[in-house]
């Protein structure tokens, strides 16, 4: 004799800060160029808006643009992130999937 039955899932809605992506996405491509400053890296990796957006960010704090990714700590690139987004709403949503 063989038993079944139905299990039906509802989705939660996620609670992961909508900005996390776009942070992880400056990040990769901050690491992608060896040996490179924030704003070298990025003018090398990243599409014109977000380009344009960081050349903002970088004259608002000088002191970001010649500094390297690795000296960046997690919660500064996720700053960076929400920034583009709060000047920009869908900055990130042909790059990040």
């Not at 996405?25 to 690491?31: D, G, K, P, S, V």
């Not at 808006?49 to 390297?68: A, Q």
Request: net charge positive; charged share 25%; with cysteine.
């Amino acid at each position: 004799k063989v038993h079944s039955m139905v299990l039906s899932f509802q989705p939660r809605p996620s609670r992961l800060d909508p900005s996390v992506p776009g942070a992880l996405y400056l990040a990769r491509c901050a690491f992608y160029y060896r040996r490179k400053t924030l704003k070298n890296a990025f003018e090398k990796s990243l599409p014109p808006p977000l380009s344009e957006g960081m050349s903002t960010i970088f004259s608002g704090n000088p002191g970001l643009s010649g500094r390297r990714p690795e000296e960046i700590p997690p919660g500064d690139w996720l700053e960076v992130a929400r920034t583009l987004r709060a000047h920009n709403p869908g900055i990130f949503d042909r790059i990040v999937k």
